[in-house]
T-cell receptor, first 111, second 118 residues
């Protein structure tokens, strides 16, 4: 059965720290990996990763995919309280519609 | 375009009542998804539409759940005879799927409709 596992499930750090969130997957016909940030409401899109080893970057956030070891990481440097959220990853497949979601990592940034 | 809109944002109902949620996707998007999310979990797929056609329904979607997208624009999700286990956030998402391109694309989510069944 296809699955996506995120770790840790929750993480508490202080403002200014750097965090690394993990997403591993076992998915048949894997196509790409998506990262979303979810605060109190809708998940908002962060990154889509299709190729191994190519880092995607947006401000203090960056992400990379390893298709050999079947995982992705999301890095956040110089964390701020506004980074507090649940971070979700999802794998897409060639099935044309299905996304397989992880349970999320709840990140809390303390001032 | 203001993104994906969902209505109502919150609904409290008594067990046994019917509820209906509405989703207005991004206008140029041809795909529309419904997900359910409970605390501490990722979104759980319920169903999706390509234009007006409902192409897939999760096995989790009991007969009490029905979704429509009559003109390929907005969609409704109705839950009949609600149960306490239906309490969750119901998320709608839309995407633009180009012809001939396989695989799911990036989804844009609405703010969700939170259902509480007493």
């Amino acid at each position: 059965e296809d699955k996506v596992v995120q770790s840790p499930l929750s993480l508490v750090v202080h403002e200014g720290d750097t965090v690394t969130l993990n997403c591993s997957y076992e998915v048949t016909n894997f196509r790409s990996l998506l990262w979303y940030k979810q605060e109190k409401k809708a998940p908002t899109f962060l990154f889509m990763l299709t190729s191994s080893g190519i880092e995607k970057k947006s401000g203090r956030l960056s992400s990379i995919l390893d298709k050999k070891e079947l995982f992705s990481i999301l890095n956040i440097t110089a964390t701020q309280t506004g980074d507090s959220a649940v971070y979700l990853c999802a794998a897409t497949t060639d099935s044309n519609y299905q996304l397989i979601w992880g349970a999320g990592t709840k990140l809390i940034i303390k001032p | 375009d203001t993104g994906v809109s969902q209505d109502p944002r919150h609904k409290i109902t008594k067990r046994g009542q019917n509820v209906t949620f509405r989703c207005d996707p991004i206008s140029e998007h041809n795909r529309l998804y419904w997900y359910r999310q409970t605390l501490g979990q990722g979104p759980e797929f319920l169903t999706y539409f390509q234009n007006e056609a409902q192409l897939e329904k999760s096995r989790l979607l009991s007969d009490r759940f029905s979704a429509e997208r009559p003109k390929g624009s907005f969609s409704t999700l109705e839950i009949q005879r609600t149960e306490q286990g239906d309490s969750a956030m119901y998320l709608c998402a839309s995407s633009l799927q180009l012809a001939g391109v396989g695989g799911a694309n990036v989804l844009t989510f609405g703010a969700g409709s939170r259902l509480t069944v007493l």
